[in-house]
Each structure stands twice: as C-alpha cells, then as structure tokens.
C-alpha cells in the first residue's frame, strides 16, 4: 500500500494563499491517479482535485475553480494543492488520497486550513 | 456535482445487524460498477473498506458486505461490534464527470 505524508496547512486571511504538500513513499505513485478530498468540522466528505499520473489532465470542483491548482512531481513522488483567493467556506482538512477507477484506496493524514481574519 | 443521499444515523446492538443505504441516481450509481464506501472512527483518516460495490479491501472482517439495486447502495455490517461505531461515507463515480461524489455519512452507534 503507498504510504501519503502530508505537509502544509496552517491559518490564514481571507484572501491568502497556502500549499499543502503530499508525499508518497510508493514508485507506483507515478502511475496513480490523485486526488485532494477536503472535511469540514463536523460534515462530510468532499471532492476538491484529481490529476492523472502525467498530470496533464486535472479536474475540480466547481467552487474551486480558478482559485485552487493541483500539481505532481513524479520524480518526487509528490502532489500538491495551491490554494489562492480563499475564502472562509475553504476552512477544512484537506487529505490527498491515490485513485484508482473512482475509488480512493489509499490516504494522507490529512492537513487543517483555516481561513479566517 | 450532487452529493449521494445516506441516511444520517444508524444504531444497533452488538451482535445485530444494520444496513446503511446510499442513493444516487441513473447517471451515478445507477450506471457505474465503481461504488465504494469508507469507514472514519472520530478523528481519524477515512479508511476504504469496500470498493466496485461489493469487494472487501484487503483484511476486512467478512461482517462487512456491499450491494446494489438500481440507484441505491447498500453497506450491511453483521454481527455488530463495539469497534464498527464510526462514520461511513459512501461514494460513487459522478457520471456526467470523471470526479468522485460521497453522501453525506451515516454514524452507526452501537448501544
């Protein structure tokens, strides 16, 4: 099973930016899909990103669009979400999960944003 | 990018069973092979325990099943155990997008 580390989160304004950072410990990472999957306090799950194993094909959730960007590093085995613009309905933790058809099979710890003045 | 609908809580006695439902609809779970469901205990990771409907990840206890009918599925856990109280998500392929949609969590208490 590939083992996710995650790194990033923390508070910030209205408005800011922040990185969350993903590191696997896997070789296949470079074959997987990823994804970016959020939580806020108390609800449910959420769908935020997915990239494919080259990168070159992303998707998200409407509400994030324009403002959140996921990357990878293949050769660093790492995924990344840079979040601009955000706002307090971004407040959550963040995990960063590997895909495979649709089905998350494997998690990072996950990461809290806090967006708040 | 609707979420599934699941029922938002759940209880039992150990050693009984209970079944949780998601729904979704004819362009989600209704025509895709690819739902799965997660279990999170309180302050943990989310943590895959069923995938394609009805196929246990690896080393989960054989108390735990998936189905599906039409736009519904199923997660009936047997046998209930003290250690099953937690939340559980199901999730589906979206179907009109190649992204991943999740209910809103039903929380099983085992009294």
């Not at chain 1, 970016?36 to 959730?61: D, M």
């Not at chain 1, 979040?83 to 959550?92: C, G, H, P, Q, Y």
């Not at chain 2, 943990?44 to 196929?55: D, F, G, T």
């Not at chain 2, 099953?84 to 039903?106: L, R, W």
Request: with cysteine; glycine share 12%.
């Amino acid at each position: 099973e590939m083992k996710l580390v995650q790194s990033g989160g923390g508070l910030v304004q209205p408005g800011g930016s922040l990185r969350l950072s993903c590191k696997a410990d896997d070789f296949t990472f470079g074959h997987s899909w990823m994804s970016w999957v959020r939580q806020a306090s108390g609800k449910g799950l959420e769908w935020v990103a997915k990239t494919n194993p080259l990168g070159s094909e992303k998707l998200y959730l409407d509400s994030v669009k324009g403002r959140f960007t996921i990357s990878r590093d293949n050769a660093e085995n790492s995924l990344y979400l840079d979040m601009d613009s955000l706002r307090a309905e971004d407040t959550a933790v963040y995990y960063c999960a590997s895909e495979f058809y649709w089905c998350l099979d494997n998690w990072g710890q996950g990461a809290l944003v806090t967006v708040s003045s | 990018q609707s979420a599934l609908t699941q029922t938002a809580s759940v209880s039992g006695s150990p050693g009984q069973s209970i079944t949780i439902s998601c729904t979704g609809t004819s362009s989600d779970i209704g025509a895709s092979k690819y739902v799965s469901w997660y279990q999170q205990h309180a302050g943990k990771v989310p943590k895959l325990i069923i995938s394609e409907v009805s196929n246990r990840h690896s080393g989960l206890s054989s108390r735990f099943s998936g189905s599906k009918s039409g736009n519904t599925a199923s997660l009936t856990i047997s046998g209930l155990q003290t250690e099953d109280e937690a939340d559980y998500y199901c999730s589906s392929y979206a179907g009109t997008g190649n992204y991943v949609i999740f209910g809103g969590g039903t929380r099983l208490t085992v009294l």
